[in-house]
Antibody, heavy 123, light 108 residues
Framework: EVQLVETGGGLIQPGGSLRLSCTAS????????MNWVRQAPGKGLEWVSV???????YYTDSVKGRFTISRDNSKNTLYLQMSSLRAEDTAVYYC?????????????????WGQGALVTVSS | EIVLTQSPATLSLSPGERATLSCRAS??????LAWYQQKPGQAPRLLIY???NRATGIPARFSGSGSGTDFTLTISSLEPEDFAVYYC??????????FGQGTRLEIK
């Protein structure tokens, strides 16, 4: 069974930094497209970033230069390093794997999701 | 950035009825559109990808249609567990991937 578990959320002051982790079981992070998607309280979904199996990374404009997606293959864990945090970054952050069906995999159809980690940016 | 507009914002129906949810894109996304279901306190669940393909394990009562700018998610006969918020999402012109604002399907 695939399981994704996010940790590292919490309350952080504006301008601060935080690192989220997403530990996977049942899938291999290095062999799977992995994403971060966030949801502000009571709001809709917003894609944040994707890490390809080949190492390519992509970000939504509002986090470029502030957030970095990465992985540790030995720990089968995905990360999101967040810096220069703003109030508008307050959200539940989900990690989500790309969808694979047969021999085809799609980086940004979001298949398996974690339970989410709440990040609150406030003074 | 492609904007997805979902309608209606809220849909009130009874179990057993047919639900039709719409998603309109600000420009063509071809067939690169997906639908997700989200229940309170839970992560979203992928239902449909590439406009009309059911994801693994999704019941046949869920179907998707459309291409270009206009898309529909149909639930043929509502079950009690289908009442939730539904989001559409495009991956045609990205980054960024974008989502619609959601349609809340509530029990009448």
């Amino acid at each position: 069974e695939v399981q994704l578990v996010e940790t590292g959320g919490g309350l952080i002051q504006p301008g601060g930094s935080l690192r989220l982790s997403c530990t996977a079981s049942g899938i291999t992070v290095s062999s799977t497209y992995m994403n971060w998607v966030r949801q502000a309280p009571g709001k809709g979904l917003e894609w944040v970033s994707v890490l390809y199996t080949a190492g390519n990374t992509y970000y939504t404009d509002s986090v470029k230069g502030r957030f970095t997606i990465s992985r540790d293959n030995s720990k089968n864990t995905l990360y999101l390093q967040m810096s220069s945090l703003r109030a508008e970054d307050t959200a539940v952050y989900y990690c989500a794997s790309g969808y694979c069906n047969g021999g085809s995999c799609f980086p940004t159809w979001f298949d398996r999701w974690g339970q989410g980690a709440l990040v609150t940016v406030s003074s | 950035e492609i904007v997805l507009t979902q309608s209606p914002a809220t849909l009130s129906l009874s179990p057993g009825e047919r639900a039709t949810l719409s998603c309109r894109a600000s420009q063509s996304v071809s067939s690169y559109l997906a639908w997700y279901q989200q229940k309170p306190g839970q992560a979203p669940r992928l239902l449909i990808y590439d406009a009309s393909n059911r994801a693994t394990g999704i019941p046949a009562r869920f179907s998707g249609s459309g291409s270009g700018t206009d898309f529909t998610l149909t639930i043929s006969s509502l079950e009690p567990e289908d009442f939730a918020v539904y989001y559409c999402q495009q991956r045609s012109n990205w980054p960024p991937v974008t989502f619609g604002q959601g349609t809340r399907l509530e029990i009448k």
